[in-house]
């Protein structure tokens, strides 16, 4: 796989992902077999939004304890939020109807802008829904010296 950007929006300069070049390809149905380990689960969806004071990202991870997602910071201003679920344990006694659920790793990744206080990032997991929260600096307004006009 390589790092390519990619984002809803191709102009926004800020969004990294993993390109996956079997994405467009249809998917089997899962009635034929079980997913794989890098199944839909493999991209996280989460939310990135801006306030004045901060930028937030919200990603749904249901089921996930927090020791299983990592919040890191590479390379001074890239966020990368990853993990894994765990495919569940199967018994010899055990019949399968359907397999819906996705296991497997992800991993997202956001090139944060350059006004980010990275000493102050925080993270909370909070009912299957991780919050990271990258407080911003406060832009000084340079100084306007205001030059009388003599005539």
């Not at 990135?48 to 991870?61: M, N, Q, R, V, Y």
């Not at 679920?85 to 359907?98: G, S, V």
Request: proline letters at 6%; zero cysteines; charged letters at 35%.
């Amino acid at each position: 796989m390589s790092l390519i950007r990619r984002s809803n929006n191709i102009f926004d300069p800020f969004s990294l992902d993993l390109w996956d070049p079997f994405n467009a390809f249809p998917r089997l149905s899962s009635s034929l077999s079980f997913p794989s380990e890098t199944s839909a689960f493999a991209s996280a969806r989460i939310d990135w939004k801006e306030t004045p004071e901060a930028h937030i990202f919200k990603a749904d991870l249901p089921g996930i304890k927090k020791e299983e997602v990592k919040v890191e910071v590479e390379e001074g201003n890239i966020l990368q939020i990853s993990g894994e679920r765990t495919k569940e344990k199967e018994e010899k006694n055990d019949t399968w109807h359907r397999v819906e659920r996705s296991s497997g790793k992800f991993m997202r990744r956001f090139r944060l802008p350059e006004n980010v206080k990275m000493d102050q990032i925080k993270a909370a997991m909070e009912k299957g829904v991780l919050t990271v929260t990258v407080p911003k600096e406060e832009i000084k307004k340079p100084d306007v010296k205001s030059i009388d006009i003599s005539g």
